[in-house]
């Protein structure tokens, strides 16, 4: 796995040494991962939000899962920052595919690539009020073709969860 890690640096670094359009066609502002926006998420005291991110890889690239085969490599993650009030419970992220590159076929990797989906639970906490709340958070990863893998990127990403009024529990058997 070092061999492979060691390779792909020195042909990342190799590439971009050598090609003056490397830069360009390559700059520090591509962003190899989009997202869609999410929709708006439901949440009360008794019923968490569960937020879905879809998330689409660009062809010819792929990114390491959230759980990469070697701790060299740089795993995404998915940060959320929820406003006071709420709590971003869990993040569940989906299996990471196999795949090796054609230099080193008995090396597989763990990564994602075309669409992905990543879910998160946020709970509101029992004092919170009503309302409209804005969730705001990224998504770090770091992208590789089958030539190069390029420096680590985050992309924002935001949504907003409606915390519903929780209805008070019914005596209904009480008299």
Do not use: W
């Amino acid at each position: 796995m070092r061999v492979l890690l060691a390779t792909l640096v020195i042909v990342n670094f190799g590439s971009g040494a050598r090609s003056a359009d490397f830069f360009q066609i390559k700059g520090s502002d591509i962003q190899y991962v989009s997202a869609e926006p999410v929709p708006d998420a439901k949440a009360s005291t008794a019923s968490p939000a569960h937020v879905i991110l879809k998330f689409r890889v660009g062809e010819g690239y792929h990114i390491n899962s959230s759980r990469p085969h070697s701790d060299l490599l740089i795993p995404t993650q998915l940060k959320l920052n929820a406003p006071n009030g709420i709590s971003v419970a869990k993040i569940m992220y989906p299996e990471g595919k196999d795949f090796s590159l054609s230099f080193s076929p008995g090396e597989n990797l763990s990564v994602y690539s075309g669409e992905f989906a990543i879910q998160a639970i946020l709970k509101p906490l029992p004092a919170q009020p009503a309302g409209s709340y804005r969730v705001q958070g990224e998504l770090a990863y770091q992208a590789c073709s089958d030539r190069a893998c390029f420096p680590p990127k985050k992309l924002p990403v935001s949504f907003a969860v409606m915390v519903l009024k929780s209805q008070a529990k019914s005596s209904a058997g009480a008299k």
